[in-house]
Antibody
Framework: QVTLRESGPALVKPTQTLTLTCTFS??????????VSWIRQPPGKALEWLAL???????FYTTSLKTRLTISKDSAKNQVVLTMTNMDPLDTATYYC???????????????WGQGLLVTVSS | SYELTQPPSVSVSPGQTARITCSGD??????CYWYQQKSGQAPVLVIY???KRPSEIPEKFSGSSSGTVATLTISGAQVEDEADYYC???????????FGGGTKLTVL
């Protein structure tokens, strides 16, 4: 059974750095074609893909936030960590981690999601 | 940047067929994926690679793609199918992985 769970602070202040941890089970991030992604969703708005780390430790980021994001993995602990610097109230959102697989055309898609963590940015 | 365009809302009566479209310039060459998100819950994958259905998803959900438009079809829609539906794909160079703006399906 595949499960993912997000953890981290529910409230951060503007300009602070957000650190989120995804703890997963039911699959291994050392298996070929396995990845974990972070996706966020502001209240009442659409989903936005943020970052991905794959089994080979390759990392990919959405262009608009690339300078603020860092993704890393600890395969032994079954964890993936996302940091986002210089937080702004516009970053208020539910942050999801998701197991990610590559399609035959090497396009990553999300087949299992965590329940999400609402992060509010406010002073 | 790249955009996928969905209608904000679709409404059908119980038992009718609901069709939700997703438009994108790269869809003739790129797969489309569909996610269902019920209120307060995480998204669930309902269609992958344009038309494939995960084993746990009911047969009432189907997908197709023609030209620049991908379509999610829900046959015999019921109240429990009410949700936001998002398409997901990428641009022709795989540089921008994006979700559509979402479509709210109402069954009443």
């Amino acid at each position: 059974q595949v499960t993912l769970r997000e953890s981290g602070p529910a409230l951060v202040k503007p300009t602070q750095t957000l650190t989120l941890t995804c703890t997963f089970s039911g699959f291994s991030l050392t298996s070929s074609s396995m990845c974990v992604s972070w996706i966020r969703q502001p209240p009442g708005k659409a989903l936005e893909w943020l970052a991905l780390v794959d089994w080979d430790d390759d990392k990919f980021y959405t262009t608009s936030l690339k300078t603020r994001l860092t993704i890393s993995k600890d395969s032994a602990k079954n964890q993936v960590v996302l940091t986002m610097t210089n937080m702004d109230p516009l970053d208020t959102a539910t942050y999801y981690c998701a197991r990610t697989k590559y399609s035959p055309s090497w396009f990553p898609y999300f087949d299992y999601w965590g329940q999400g963590l609402l992060v509010t940015v406010s002073s | 940047s790249y955009e996928l365009t969905q209608p904000p809302s679709v409404s059908v009566s119980p038992g009718q067929t609901a069709r939700i479209t997703c438009s994108g310039d790269a869809l003739p060459k790129k797969y489309c994926y569909w996610y269902q998100q019920k209120s307060g819950q995480a998204p669930v994958l309902v269609i992958y690679e344009d038309s494939k259905r995960p084993s746990e998803i009911p047969e009432k959900f189907s997908g197709s793609s023609s030209g620049t438009v991908a379509t999610l079809t829900i046959s015999g829609a019921q109240v429990e199918d009410e949700a936001d539906y998002y398409c997901y794909s990428t641009d022709s160079s795989d540089n921008h992985r994006v979700f559509g703006g979402g479509t709210k399906l109402t069954v009443l």
